[in-house]
């Protein structure tokens, strides 16, 4: 297999590549992009153009980029109109009330994401649970905001500035008095819930019917749409938690249905068993995995639905227990005027994983090769030799990483060009810290995001607060590093790598973006 030809493949296995029609650096990224017709421009994602990418696995990704000289903030507010004291002024209304509609009440709203911890209605329900919440913003763990000032502004962010936790570190310190009737609503400008979504569960509950601990299930999901719509906001809400690792969402046209419901006949339970994509012709659209909220596409910008058109997910379950069956299911917000919207483009792009047992970790699989003869055997192929060929590094080049710590660092060229909406890295427990960069070691260096402390628990569709726009020739450049320390010690000692297993590695990467005029 040429050197191109295992790229393509590596990307089609995963259905981890994306580009747009005017990305498409040769001819045979050209012939497997989807047509384009002015009824139903879809955002296309397709096969891995030629790379010419450079990897460095010689500096952990805290070290490869310089820090601007003046620190930016990730804190750009939903600007949240302050409220109208009613009684002596306590500072409540005026600056302490925007801070937690901002900052707080997106998730803990009835029915929100945060809501089973505690949920802000009304102003008493912030007197009321005032311990709380001292207990957890002093200790940073809310509201949980990973990314660092080293990245760009975002937009909605839910991280505190300095000055907005001292201030309601000091209210709250001072005896928590209400300046406005305890009643008063406290709804957030902007709720985490979708307005008024289309609820669509799978075609039918899977149960764990493979029996495997690592199950990899593409589910169908059919919203029997009757006539064509834009769809605006998404979000896949698990049901069996406990289970539920991470999704994948795509959209398939109307014409793979008999195709789809094939699949899911010859193998038992609910959907087929799928450890790259889906199989069909498909166009990605929404990943999960904890914590993340739903997404909404810009004003004017969108992903067009025609009749008949629906989703596969393909869900990654991690069988610790055995519940009842799963219906996660998927939230849809459309729209069905008649206005064409800008077509969005989600691209993926794909950074070796390869961490080699640390010290005093001996057993059978931390030699590579015993390791990659297991994953394969488990999962039946296995991306992580394809994944290193394309950022043009080998296992030689991690061999050293012995310390209990390694990193990897791969450069590509943008795949889609237009302007950012949002951007996502994706890693699992041993994830340590994380880091996309816009065209590095030049002057237009520019951070996209920074994580210096991953937490799988908390991952994000991060969308910056100023335009950014991907031009032709641009490179982003994708850094992730691990520790060894984070694995479970109840496990056997491993060498790990690139693969589907929840106790396996990732580095993986979304930038959705739209045209520019």
């Not at 909605?156 to 907005?164: A, F, H, P, R």
């Not at 991306?383 to 590094?393: M, T």
């Not at 209990?404 to 950012?420: H, R, Y």
């Not at 056997?492 to 005029?517: H, I, K, N």
């Amino acid at each position: 297999m040429s050197r191109r030809l295992a790229v393509v493949a590596a990307a089609s296995l995963l259905a981890a590549c994306g580009t747009s029609a005017d990305e498409a650096g040769s001819s045979a990224a050209e012939q497997v992009a989807p047509a384009e017709t002015d009824e139903a421009p879809v955002a296309a994602t397709t096969s891995a153009p030629t790379t010419t990418s450079t990897t460095s696995s010689t500096a952990p990704a805290t070290s490869s980029t310089t820090a601007p000289s003046t620190s930016t903030t990730t804190t750009v507010p939903f600007a949240h109109p302050p409220l109208v004291p009613t009684s002596e002024e306590t500072g409540f209304a005026t600056v302490v009330a925007p801070i937690l509609l901002d900052h707080c009440a997106s998730c803990h709203n009835p029915g929100g994401p945060g809501s089973t911890h505690w949920y802000l209605s009304t102003a008493r329900d912030v007197v009321e649970v005032t311990p709380y919440i001292i207990e957890q913003v002093v200790s940073g763990q809310m509201p949980p905001w990973p990314a660092s000032d080293l990245g760009v502004p975002y937009a909605k962010s839910l991280g505190l500035t300095d000055d907005e936790l001292d201030a309601v570190l000091g209210w709250l310190e001072a005896g928590s008095a209400l300046d406005v009737a305890e009643d008063t609503p406290m709804f957030a400008a902007e709720l985490a819930a979708l307005e008024d979504p289309l609820v669509v569960a799978p075609v039918e509950p899977y149960g764990g019917e493979s029996g495997r601990y690592d199950d990899y299930r593409c589910l169908v999901y059919q919203p029997d749409l009757d006539e064509g719509a834009w769809l605006t906001g998404y979000q896949f809400v698990a049901d069996q938690t406990e289970v539920v690792h991470h999704a994948l969402g795509y959209l398939v046209p109307a014409r793979e249905w008999e195709d789809a419901l094939a699949r899911d006949a010859r193998d038992e339970g609910s959907g087929w068993e799928c450890f790259g994509g889906t199989g069909l012709d498909d166009t990605f659209v929404v990943g999960w995995a904890p914590g993340q909220l739903p997404g909404r596409y810009p004003a004017g910008s969108g992903l067009r639905l025609e009749p008949g058109d629906f989703f596969v997910v393909q869900v990654h379950y991690h069988y610790d227990t055995r519940p009842g069956p799963d219906a996660s299911w998927l939230e849809l917000q459309l729209d069905h005027g008649s206005t064409k919207l800008e077509p969005v483009t989600i691209s993926q792009y794909l950074t070796p994983a390869e961490i080699p047992c640390g010290p005093g970790e001996v057993g059978p699989l931390c030699d590579r090769t015993a390791a990659m003869a297991r994953a394969v055997g488990e999962f039946g192929i296995v991306p992580a030799d394809l994944i290193n060929l394309q950022c043009r590094v080998s296992p030689a080049d991690f061999a050293d990483m012995t310390d209990g710590t390694a990193w990897s660092s791969c450069d590509l060229p943008v795949m889609a060009t237009g302007e950012i909406i949002s951007v996502l890295g994706h890693m699992h427990a041993l994830g340590a810290t994380y880091r996309m960069t816009l065209n590095p070691d030049t002057a237009e260096e520019l951070v996209l995001l920074d994580i210096p402390d991953w937490d799988y628990d908390w991952q994000y569709n991060y969308e910056p607060a100023q335009s950014i726009v991907l031009e032709r020739g641009d490179v982003l450049r994708f850094e992730c590093s691990w520790e060894r320390s984070r694995r479970d010690p109840d496990l056997e000692p491993a060498y790990v790598l690139w693969s589907f297993g929840s106790d396996d590695e990732m580095c993986f990467s979304t930038v959705v973006t739209r045209p520019t005029p």
